[in-house]
């Protein structure tokens, strides 16, 4: 049966692949202060801007997506960005019942660590984050945050460590059947995002920039044929030494984990939470 369905996906999708670093900005529109330029190496740099009358912004892609492997680079807010949020996601809408695939990036106080917040939707059932102290400086240079999506797992990479695999279970809902839209989104999240709203933004340092490059996407378009199992992320799972540095990652800095948190959940666990 996941054969015939995998060969049905096959007949439906159709197969993108974009990693022409001088070819990607044309893939995607965009929505408030968003400039466009070249890095010190020629390369082409998308940069959101945020400041206190300016409002979000962001770029969205024209394209959507049902499965596939996203990756792009970002170089981080510098100094105090408390009170910002950074994204890299997929959704579906902003419905009761979207799905979506979270990479968002939670600014800090000067040196404290960025907080990257992880986070799976499926028909609207969300309350599934992954939180993570950057074990580096996200603003002195660009960093590979990568999402992986296909129908046994969702995977999330930062460079090349392999931090989360979210593993679908028959029973249990999962994003598997609507297209989704790829965003990068800057904005003003300071009722939640630092210390859990305890420390909001403080616009004497604005304006806020955060710098995307060399997005690369091989992934399934909606409304095509996508040539299911050609290319590794359809069948993409965690070998045993990717599983250690996700351990690793949750030993040395994991700050938030939904599957151990009774008192949001007080009727028990999402189910997913007891399984291996």
């Not at 992986?148 to 695999?165: A, G, Q």
Request: net charge neutral.
């Amino acid at each position: 049966m996941a054969r015939r369905s995998l060969a049905v996906l096959a007949a439906a999708l159709a197969l993108l692949q974009v990693a022409s670093a001088g070819s990607w900005l044309r893939e995607f529109t965009t929505d408030g202060i968003v400039r466009t330029g070249n890095d010190a190496s020629g390369q082409k740099v998308m940069m959101l801007n945020l400041d206190r009358s300016s409002g979000p912004a962001g770029f969205n892609s024209k394209e959507q997506f049902l499965y596939g492997e996203f990756s792009i680079e970002m170089k981080l807010i510098p100094g105090n960005s408390a009170g910002t949020v950074s994204c890299f996601y997929l959704s579906s809408g902003t419905d009761d019942w979207r799905d979506e695939i979270d990479m968002e990036f939670m600014g800090n106080s000067t040196g404290q660590p960025v907080v990257l917040n992880t986070n799976v939707w499926a028909n609207g059932d969300g309350k599934k984050e992954h939180q993570f102290d950057l074990w580096f400086d996200p603003s002195a240079d660009y960093h590979t945050y990568t999402i992986i999506w296909n129908p046994t797992n969702i995977l999330f990479k930062v460079d090349n460590v392999f931090i989360r695999s979210f593993k679908r279970y028959a029973d249990l809902a999962y994003p598997s059947s609507k297209p989704m839209t790829l965003h990068a989104t800057l904005w003003d999240g300071s009722y939640w995002a630092t210390e859990k709203g305890r420390v909001p933004i403080d616009w004497n340092s604005a304006p806020f920039v955060v710098s995307y490059r060399s997005f690369y996407a091989n992934a399934c378009v909606a409304g095509g044929a996508c040539h299911a199992g050609r290319d590794g992320w359809m069948s993409r799972r965690l070998d045993a030494a990717e599983w250690g540095t996700v351990r690793w990652a949750e030993r040395n800095y994991m700050r938030y984990n939904y599957c151990t948190d009774a008192w949001r959940f007080p009727n028990g666990l999402p189910a997913e939470c007891s399984r291996k």
